[in-house]
């Protein structure tokens, strides 16, 4: 009873067998209902089967059995669970030289740690001072640069400390010298302002002297030019 009237994508078709055939560019596959199959017509094929061109048509062929999606039947791209995927083949275990990702479910390459140059040495300290003390410790830090995976090398630490001898010196208390700033600010000030003041007073008493002269050149009269001796003297007549 093959009919023309199909539906789903079929060109013809059965009541008993389904789709027989599929119109052009679908793929036609057989699903299993109970005992039963019937052939459907599906734009693309369904998870564990991958697709093949046909003159006449294209149809769907099933995976293998290790494989969930292929590209073709020694191509996996997707494998079921518990099997790694390697060049298009899923593996139980993964050749040497690689190891299993469990995210990924691949075969892939060993990824071993790396880390940083050291950095340079720290100043010597103790309790987190830097004074008070001769012998004291310094530290050098580096960074991990690249984290291994699971079958990689781990990391090496990333910090080291040494001990360290430095010449002691009495450490400052922070109230004192704080103290002493303010006291030294205080007595900066006072000098400044005396020395302005002093200052101040020199310029006064320069100006008062300068006044008082002026003053004094005022009141005084000027002296007269005393006459000249010779002229003031008479004549002497030689007859006498």
């Not at 036609?28 to 459907?40: C, Y």
Request: hydrophobic fraction near 20%.
């Amino acid at each position: 009873n093959v009919s023309q009237g199909c539906q789903g994508g079929c060109a013809t078709c059965s009541d008993y067998n389904g789709c027989l055939s599929c119109k052009p560019r679908l793929f036609f596959v057989l699903e299993r209902i109970g005992m039963k199959q019937i052939g459907v017509c599906l734009s693309s094929c369904p998870s564990g089967y991958y697709g093949t061109r046909y003159p006449d048509i294209n149809k769907c062929a099933k995976c293998k059995a290790d494989c969930d999606t292929c590209f073709t039947r020694n191509f996996c791209t997707k494998c079921k669970s518990g099997f790694y995927l390697y060049s298009g083949k899923c593996l139980e275990k993964c050749p040497g030289g690689l190891e299993a990702n469990n995210h990924t479910m691949e075969c892939t390459s060993i990824v071993h740690c790396e880390a940083s140059e050291w950095s340079p040495w720290s100043p010597c300290t103790k309790k987190g001072k830097t004074c008070g003390f001769k012998r004291g410790n310094e530290v050098r830090v580096r960074e991990i640069v690249q984290h291994p995976s699971a079958r990689g090398n781990p990391c090496p630490a990333t910090s080291e400390s040494r001990k360290c001898i430095v010449q002691r010196k009495k450490c400052q208390k922070e109230g004192k010298g704080k103290k002493n700033r303010e006291e030294k600010r205080k007595k900066s000030n006072k000098d400044e302002s005396k020395e302005t003041r002093q200052e101040s007073k020199g310029r006064a008493a320069r100006r008062q002297n300068r006044e008082q002269r002026e003053n004094n050149n005022k009141t005084q009269p000027k002296k007269r030019k005393a006459p000249n001796k010779e002229q003031n003297l008479a004549p002497v007549d030689s007859a006498h």
